[in-house]
């Protein structure tokens, strides 16, 4: 799906790593529009923003330029890129008084920063991270249908965003569990 326009930016010249930092300025500009209360303008631009995350992949497949700098690269500009929506999300929340939907926004950040921290832990130990109900583009989903019908889904979406992102990362704190003490360990680290 997302090689055709790979091919077409690798044509251009542009590179994985510019593709990255373009999602994350765009992620910004979300950030800025949910501040301002345009949630549903928030919700069509998060789905826009975030198709850069898998074509940015995509192209350092079609132009050989991938990297595991790129990686790490990708991955670190993600983890800005969904606290800037959260922030601009708590920021319009703050602004109409909903305490309790903006502690809801902060347990879904803190949520989605620990599946991405539970995975990349996992696999710095030589362990499969990737399980569990809810990584990154099932949670940019749901964040982005809560905006755009933000009148009946946004609260609900909080919600089940806060629960089953902590539930994902405890799903995979306990494969992470199991596959250590079966000793297919990788190498040991310290536990700071």
Request: glycine residues 12%; charged residues 15%.
């Amino acid at each position: 799906m997302a090689e055709y326009p790979a091919v077409l930016l690798n044509r251009i010249g542009v590179t994985p790593n510019e593709l990255t930092i373009v999602g994350l300025l765009l992620n910004v500009a979300v950030a800025w529009m949910l501040a301002s209360g345009n949630l549903a303008v928030g919700g069509i631009l998060v789905l826009l923003a975030n198709a850069f995350d898998m074509l940015d992949g995509a192209l350092a497949r079609v132009s050989g330029k991938g990297s595991r700098f790129g990686a790490f690269f990708d991955s670190t500009l993600d983890r800005y890129a969904e606290a800037v929506i959260y922030l601009g999300l708590m920021v319009w929340l703050y602004r109409v008084g909903d305490g309790p939907l903006l502690m809801g926004a902060y347990m879904s950040l803190v949520g989605s920063f620990m599946v991405s921290y539970s995975r990349a832990r996992a696999e710095g130990l030589g362990v499969g991270g990737e399980v569990g109900l809810l990584p990154r583009p099932e949670r940019i989903l749901i964040l982005a249908l809560g905006l755009l019908l933000h009148q009946t889904l946004l609260a609900p979406a909080i919600w089940l965003l806060a629960v089953l992102s902590n539930f994902t990362t405890l799903q995979r704190i306990l494969h992470a569990r199991r596959e250590l003490s079966s000793g297919k360990e990788g190498p040991r680290e310290d536990r700071s």
